[in-house]
Nanobody, 119 residues
């Protein structure tokens, strides 16, 4: 069982930045995909950024260049840098990881960290 704990959310003005962190209870070398999702008010959950172990980052088209994802192997942490924030970026941001063992996929989610952007 893997625990994920997000932090770094908060209230920020439009144009501002935040750095989200996700602390994992296991070595991130054991993960396949490390992702950040978000869910805004009244919206579906959407994928923001994906980091594939051994391959690097992969971004959804609407977030490319603005929300870089990175990993810290020494601290078993996954980060998401939120730049040039807009009110429509207001959402609960979730950390996700998965593992592949013996042909089975194990998926883990954090509880989320709230980001609120004021205009």
């Amino acid at each position: 069982q893997v625990q994920l704990k997000e932090s770094g959310g908060g209230l920020v003005q439009s144009g501002g930045s935040l750095r989200l962190s996700c602390a994992a209870s296991a070595s991130i070398h054991s993960f396949n995909h490390m992702r950040w999702y978000r869910q805004g008010p009244g919206k579906e959950r959407e994928l923001v950024a994906d980091f594939i172990e051994g391959r690097g980052p992969n971004y959804e088209e609407g977030f490319k260049g603005r929300f870089p994802i990175s990993v810290d192997y020494a601290k078993n942490a996954i980060h998401l840098q939120l730049n040039n924030l807009k009110p429509e970026d207001t959402a609960l941001y979730y950390c996700y990881v998965d593992q592949l063992y013996d042909g089975r996929q194990y998926v883990y989610w954090g509880q989320g960290t709230q980001v609120t952007v004021s205009s």
